[in-house]
């Protein structure tokens, strides 16, 4: 009974943790639905029946000037479609239905579709189509037809129960009457086919088009047969989530039906999500520290009904600490999509913080967001020193926005000083940031250089620059120039430039470098081959030329010192060959001593070698024959 508790208590408490869940982060906004508008609109320019239809739906044309030119524009692109005929037969009379085309549509074409539903229709598709094709002509179906194409889809889903079959399936039973609900038991083998993306999204192989088919169809199947919602609350999160990854779609179809899948999410009352997400940056000033929400459906609009109450947990993600578990999240009375937390009352300071918000115990979202401080120059000085630390160190007080007024002067032998003191100015306390830049400015050469300033043990930030050794990077130009400093933080709302002073610099004249010009054309890049290797002296080739033909001097010199054996040499064609053959092998060989690379070499030498094999074959067998012959006669 213990065990039995326990597996009750967790079911319960997953599934509170679902049901509370139901959130996104975004939503289709007016620059998306603007966007998918203008797809509607080029979508009537196209020479795509399909999607003229699709954006007739969503466009109602009033100027007769456009519609009589689309009304024979689809005429046309009907005869030469390649698409189903049952499918092209409904987007073009749903097109002329939606234009409100004065031309009627040819009778022969609407005797096809009337007779279609007495003939034994294909696929679920077919009949799908065909269905909704009469529904368009506001033609009813009488309760036998509807029977037999019950029964023929039945026999269609036995055989083929592919996903696609299944969607036309859902969408079309809602339209064939109670002898279709049959269908609504099939809702959950499609839904558990549904492949889930990153833990994220869920989503049907085929992609946007097939996702929204039988995510459409299956609300639509149970809605008509008082059946429970398809999916489950997370389900219906990761499938918003899914449609919304979607939002660039560029073709009128795609648009269509991604917006009434939103449609259909957004209607489920019990397992609808809702997105909650921070407006603007997420940047607050600590001075009024405002946040600012929006609660809205998936398409933008306000939750009807509207959440009873909104309450949000505010952390202090640097130590985890919490301002507040429960602060009211109240609507703006103007605009109802709109809710506002003032957190003055808590007196944030500066740092990364979330809000863990509520509605009605229903939605939770966790929102993140900033308190940006205000950083204040409690002291800056500047001066000059010596290098050589000879002589104490001149050091001015500016004030913050003020200027030096007078002109600090440093040669080569000085450097120069900064100290600036930061503080946060609502605590008065020691302020690091992110960026400290103290910027050096030539107007008369519009030249700059930036240095780091470092902050030290003291949390003071620091400036120490020897002039004669940072001559290079100023090219040894001598000058006026303008001191900056820079403070920039992501957690600051008056990051500032300051002009702090003036200072003339003097570098050594003689180490003193023109700029050099980059301007005009660069020299001219000519690409250079490996020189070759110098070739031996002359004497030393031919003596090398000379060992090689030696081996055949001294075969000649033998041959005739010995005498050479030519009885057996016959006049038959394999003789003649061999010997040819072989004397070409030799010819072609020294060719490719005097020009020839290997590879033209190897191209010469497979067909004389085979026919010099050939040959030789035929001649040693006819000398092997030959010799047997002799054998017997002794």
Known sequence: MLKLGLVIFCVLVASGTTWSARTVDSHLGQKDLSRLQKVFVDGFGSSDLQSIFFSSLNIQLTDATQKEPLCKK????????????????????????????????????????????NSELGTSQEIFYRVVTHKVLGVEINEATQGKLVKRLQELLKKDDTLSGLGYAFNVAPLLGASASFIANRVEDAIVQADEVDGKLLQFEGGLSITSLIINGAFGVSKTFEKP?????????????????????????????????????????KIAPVCVQLIGNGQLDAQSPTLNV??????????????????????????????????????????????????????????????ELSADGVYTQTLQFKVLGRVKVQSLEVGIAESDASAATRKQSVTYPGKLPEVLSADSTQKLLLKAILVDESTSKPLAVHQAFVRLYNKKTDKEII???????????????????????????????????????????????????????????????????????LPEIIHQFRVPDKRPPRIVSDIFTGLCITPLVLLFVFWGKLGINVSNLTLAPSTIGFHLGFGGILVLFFVFWLQLNMFQTLRLLIPIAVFTFLAGNRLLRGLYAQRNSKTSAS
Request: charged letters at 25%; one cysteine or more.
């Open 74 to 117: 689809i005429a046309t692109l009907h005869s030469e479609s390649k698409l189903n005929s049952f499918e092209k037969d409904y987007y073009y009379i749903g097109a002329s239905r939606n234009l409100g085309c004065s031309t009627k549509i040819d009778e022969a074409l609407l005797s096809k579709v009337y007779s279609s539903l």
């Open 229 to 269: 919602v398809p999916v489950t609350a997370d389900q219906a999160v990761k499938f918003a989530n899914y449609f919304l990854s979607r939002r660039s779609v560029q073709t009128a179809k795609g648009a269509h039906v991604l917006i009434e899948a939103l449609k259909t999410i957004s209607g489920a009352d």
């Open 294 to 355: 929006a609660v809205v459906d998936l398409l933008g609009k306000p939750l009807s009904p509207a959440p009873k109450a909104i309450n949000a947990k505010v952390i202090r993600k640097k130590d985890s600490s919490v301002l507040t578990d429960k602060i009211p999240v109240a609507s703006k009375s103007s605009d109802k999509t709109t809710y506002v937390a003032d957190l003055a009352s808590l007196k944030p300071a500066r740092g990364a913080y979330q809000a």
């Open 451 to 521: 240095f780091v300033a470092e902050q030290d043990s003291s949390k003071a930030y620091k400036f120490d620059m020897d002039v004669g050794n940072n001559g290079k990077n100023f090219n040894y130009q001598s000058g006026t120039y303008s001191i900056f400093l820079t403070v920039g933080d992501s957690s600051l709302s008056n990051s500032f430039e300051w002009l702090v002073a003036e200072v003339q610099l003097k570098f050594n004249d003689d180490k003193e470098v023109k700029p050099k010009t980059t301007s005009g054309p």
